[in-house]
Structure formats: C-alpha cells, structure tokens
C-alpha cells in the first residue's frame, strides 16, 4: 500500500481522490450510505439510527463521523462523494448544499460563487498555494 | 436489406458529447427548464434538438457513468456493455426519473460484445440493468420530454468513481474497437455515438465548486482537432485542473475514438453552472 502523502495526486489541496485504498478503506461505509438510497432502509435508519448503522462493520471513527454528518471527515475515511451525498439526501441536504458545507462557505454564498463561473483553478492546483490563505 | 447484391452494413456518422449533471434532469421533469437559472442551459440545446430530428440515427451508442445506482461499492466493472431488450429508469433515492424506459436492441450489443473481446477489450456483459441520470440526462437534453425515446439504445457504463477510471487512450482506443464492432453488423443502422459526463467539476471536499473553463476549451479543440494527443491528457492533469469529478471527461474519448479522424464540429456549447458542474455540448459528424 503506497501512503497517501507519497502519490501524485497528493499535493492537490481540499481534495481526497476516492482510490483503491481509500475504496478498501470506506466500504462497509459506503456499503451503509448507499444503502439508504431504499425507502425502506431509509425508515429503519430514522427509526433507530444506531441500531441500523451497527448491521455495517464500519470503523469506530466513520461510525461516529456518519452520524454527526461530519462531510469533509467521511470523505477522509474512505467515503466517496456519491455515497455520502445519499446520506445528505436522507438529512434532507441537496448536492449543491453539501458542496457548501465541504468548504465552509454558506449556501447563499457557494451559490453565488457558482454563478459567477465557479472556483477558478488560479491558486487552487497545488497544496502550498493554500498554506499561506487566509482563515 | 440488399442493395445491388451486398449486405447494408450499420454506420457510424455523427458524435453528440453532452453533460449529463442530474440538476438538468431534475429541472425538465419537474418543468423549470425555462426559469432564469436553466432557461441558458436549456437554449443551448435547442439546436441540438432541431439537429437529431433531422438526422434521425436509428440507434444511439451512449457512453455514461454510473452512480453506485447498478454498480454500487460491491461491483465496480471498468467498461461494462448494456446487452439487455431494456433498461428501466433506476430509483437513485427520490424514485426513477419519470422518463420512458430506455429500450436497448440485443442482437447488436451481442454482436459488438462478441467483437470486443475478440479484438482484446475485456468488457463486463450486462443482460439485466437499470439506468441511471448519467444515461437518461443527455437523452432528456436532446429529445426533451417524448412519449417514448425515438430510437434504441446501446449504453456502455465505464467506471470513473472509484479511481482510477481508465485512460483516455484506452477510451480511445476502445472507441475505435466500438466503431469496427458496429460497422461489421449486417443491417442498415444509422448510428450516433454519445459521451456524456463533464466538464471541470469537483463535488467534493474543500476544492468544491472548482471550475476551469480555459481548460474545458482546449480540452473541447484538442477532442476535435487533436484527438491523438489530447487522449494522452494524464489522470493527475484531469484531477488537478478539471477537479476530482471532471476525470469523467475520459468517456468523451469513447466517443471520438468511434468517429473519423476528421469530423466537422456543427455545434458547441459551454455554459457555467448547472448546480456545481461546466455544462459541455458538442456535436460532431464525420467529414
């Protein structure tokens, strides 16, 4: 197993590439997300949440992270993005909503950024390019 | 059908390259294509509709994605080709899309499964599969809302969630595989090839929202004019500049790959945003 530091893609800032590592990692918990993409587990899981999530062996950590909808941690853990998302679905939060709370900005806000053509990629391709940003 | 003693072969005459962000599909099926967030999306593909009444292909090959809907973590097939009679609308959590159900024809995609392996690409052969907004959004965009889809159609789901997808130079290479496959089967087909997906877009982590519309245009003139080169774009450029999701843009290369070396672009189209993603159009036809 190569480290995460040691690929190529590594040096892309705010960006977890869902590899085979991280897919081997985050599968009992990607297994639970997109288990909610059935009504009927989607009723099991409002009923008892932690009843449901303990049916997949996921580590302590996702486990916690998947309940307290930490997006940017489930990510780090192995989740992939159109796993989680289901989860946001099942909390009620669209694509472009979750899109914000990743990146900390407000939905009013990301939406506006959106609007004016997006994030632009200047300052944005490589880690050391956000170590001096502020906040 | 014989014409002065040979058989007619199927034909590959015209490319389509369509994004396919579920945002479109949402808003044509609940009727909020013409508000002032979707009515420029939605103008860019007028031409497009007024260009495939005309040419009328008798099938379309559609080159998409899924969204763990029929391959979830349990099963991740790199290129997988639908050899089934149809392909129903999937339920992607909110219920299936309420579009008619995507009717395949089996004899081609048997022959073209058969052609495929023979000519060295492994490909996964799905006889049963539901179909996710990555096939039935460009089909929205180009047919609007009919009654039933006018022709069938042939999908090829390629892996791009789990990385890595693969190359655009296998994409490539495959879509020349797809198009001898194709032009070897004795009926008279007029065929359209889509690859959908794309442009730049990142859905994920702290770079969400990433947009590169420079480099979603040069990818769109190398696609057209440069196709030898551009599919040589690496995966670590595509994350980097197109973001995390935009690596999907390999499956455009499908598409050119089943096309002549020289094609006329009749259409492009680039708008910014749909939901999080550079919306991206072209339509090709063989010189």
Redesign the interface.
């Known amino acids: 197993m190569t480290r995460a530091s040691d690929k190529?893609?590594s040096d892309?800032?705010?960006?977890?590439?869902?590899?085979?590592d991280r897919?081997e990692e985050?599968?009992h918990l990607?297994?639970f997300c997109?288990s909610?993409?059935?009504q009927r587990n989607r009723n099991a899981f409002k009923a008892d949440p932690e009843r449901f999530i303990d049916a997949f062996p996921m580590t302590v950590d996702q486990r916690e992270a998947a309940l307290n909808q930490d997006w940017?941690r489930l990510?780090e853990l192995g989740g992939?993005?159109?796993?989680t998302?289901?989860l946001a679905?099942f909390h009620g939060i669209n694509?472009?909503e979750l899109?914000?709370l990743?990146?900390?900005m407000s939905v009013t806000d990301?939406r506006a950024?959106?609007?004016a053509?997006?994030?632009?990629?200047e300052g944005?391709?490589y880690v050391h390019e956000w170590e001096n940003k502020d906040g | 059908m014989c014409m002065s003693g040979k058989t007619k072969m199927a034909k590959i005459t015209s490319g389509v390259a369509c994004s396919h962000a579920?945002?479109l599909g949402v808003a044509s099926d609940s009727g909020i294509s013409n508000d002032d967030y979707y009515a420029p999306i939605f103008k860019g593909f007028e031409y497009s509709k007024e260009w495939i009444a005309k040419e009328k292909p008798d099938l379309i090959f559609l080159v998409y994605n899924d969204?763990?809907?029929a391959f979830?973590?349990?099963m991740i097939p790199t290129f997988a080709l639908g050899c089934a009679h149809e392909y129903p609308p999937a339920?992607?959590?909110?219920g299936p899309r309420p579009v008619p159900v995507v009717k395949g024809h089996r004899k081609l995609s048997a022959h073209i499964a058969q052609s495929l392996i023979l000519d060295k690409f492994d490909i996964t052969i799905m006889n049963e599969m539901e179909v996710d907004h990555g096939l039935t959004v460009p089909l929205t965009m180009m047919f609007g809302r009919p009654e039933e889809w006018p022709c069938p159609v042939v999908p090829l789901a390629v892996n791009v969630?789990?990385?890595?997808a693969p190359l655009g130079a296998r994409c490539f290479a495959l879509g020349k595989a797809i198009r001898k496959a194709i032009e070897s089967y004795p009926e008279a087909l007029k065929v359209c090839a889509f690859g959908t997906g794309g442009m730049?877009h990142?859905?994920?982590?702290?770079?969400?929202?990433?947009?590169?519309?420079?480099?979603d245009a040069r990818f769109m003139d190398l696609l057209i004019n440069d196709p030898e080169q551009g599919c040589r774009i690496s995966?670590?450029e595509y994350?980097?500049?197109a973001g995390?999701?935009g690596i999907e843009l390999v499956m455009w290369y499908v598409m050119r790959g089943t096309l002549n070396e020289d094609v006329n672009e009749v259409h492009r189209f680039y708008h910014?945003?749909a939901?999080?993603t550079?919306v991206g159009h072209l339509i090709l036809e063989n010189r």
């Open positions: 190529e893609y892309i800032p705010g960006t977890i590439v869902f590899d085979s897919a985050g599968y990607n297994k997109i909610l993409r059935l940017n990510l992939n993005i159109y796993y998302s289901k679905a694509f472009q899109a914000a990743m990146t900390g990301y950024m959106m609007i053509g997006g994030r632009g990629i944005n391709r | 579920p945002a969204h763990c809907t979830d973590a349990s339920d992607e959590g909110w969630v789990q990385y890595p730049s990142q859905l994920q982590h702290q770079r969400a929202g990433l947009i590169n519309s420079e480099w995966h670590v994350l980097r500049e995390s999701e910014v945003p939901s999080n550079a």
